[in-house]
């Protein structure tokens, strides 16, 4: 199976401060990543899907990049809302695998 | 709207079975393919199982292969998840995805349901 570690494991931060995570595969996923925010009590949630592209309707303040094996997720300003769990999700291969998951607080 | 409600979750002795159910609505769950993703309390995310969407043979993990089947009703909407030999690892919340983007192989999960607890106790 491709492992997906994800750092850090927890992050806090300012509202309106930029955030970074980071998600790195095992092997080359090319660019067959997604990345979900999950709130507390509540399903994941879509973000965005092949490595960069948004999901409709998700605020523009989240980006993604990367390909290969190194991939970050970005929030350009945060804001309270976004205070979830997020987490990376390979699906090069037939048995996807998701990162360990990043903790995001408010500080 | 596009829906997926998972139910026949609930408490079940070490070595029994249980069947969990996903209802489509809002789009047809025959041209899609669907999975199943189980997150024990407090832990991280794990894929389970898929099924295509002719309700061919699935893929499995490795955790709950020879254990776990799916199946599907495309006449229903319905896709279920067949779970025999439970253990207590196999406590979690238990989630049914579509897959939205493919790499050809699998993809992403563009909509969750809302999770039906398993609990795996004597």
């Known amino acids: 199976d491709i492992q997906m570690t994800q750092s850090p494991s927890t992050l806090s931060a300012s509202v309106g401060e930029r955030v970074t995570i980071t998600c790195r595969a095992s092997?080359?996923?090319?660019?067959?990543l997604a990345w979900y925010q999950q709130k507390p009590g509540t399903a994941p949630e879509l973000l965005i899907h092949?490595?960069?592209t948004l999901k409709i309707g998700v605020p523009s303040r989240f980006s993604g990049s990367g390909s290969g094996t190194e991939f970050t997720l970005t929030i350009s300003s945060l804001q309270p809302d976004d205070v979830a769990i997020y987490y990376c999700q390979q699906y090069h291969s037939y048995s996807p695998t998701f990162g360990q998951g990043t903790k995001v607080e408010i500080k | 709207q596009v829906q997926l409600v998972e139910s026949g979750g609930g408490v079940v002795q070490p070595g029994g079975s249980l069947r969990l159910s996903c209802a489509a609505s809002?789009?047809?769950?025959?041209?899609?393919?669907m999975h199943w993703v189980r997150q024990a309390p407090g832990k991280g995310l794990e894929w389970m199982a898929v099924?295509?969407?002719?309700?061919?043979?699935?893929n499995y993990a490795d955790s709950v292969k020879g254990r776990f089947t799916v199946s599907r009703d495309n006449s229903k909407n319905t896709q279920y998840l067949q779970m025999d030999s439970l253990t207590a690892e196999d406590t979690a919340i238990y989630y049914c995805?579509?897959?939205?983007?493919?790499?050809?192989?699998?993809?992403?999960?563009?909509?969750w349901g809302q999770g039906t607890m398993v609990s795996v106790s004597s």
């Open positions: 995805a579509r897959e939205g983007h493919s790499s050809g192989k699998c993809g992403d999960f563009d909509i």
């Open positions: 092949q490595a960069s």
């Open positions: 099924i295509p969407s002719d309700g061919s043979s699935g």
């Open positions: 809002g789009f047809p769950l025959s041209i899609y393919v």
């Open positions: 092997h080359s996923i090319n660019s067959w």
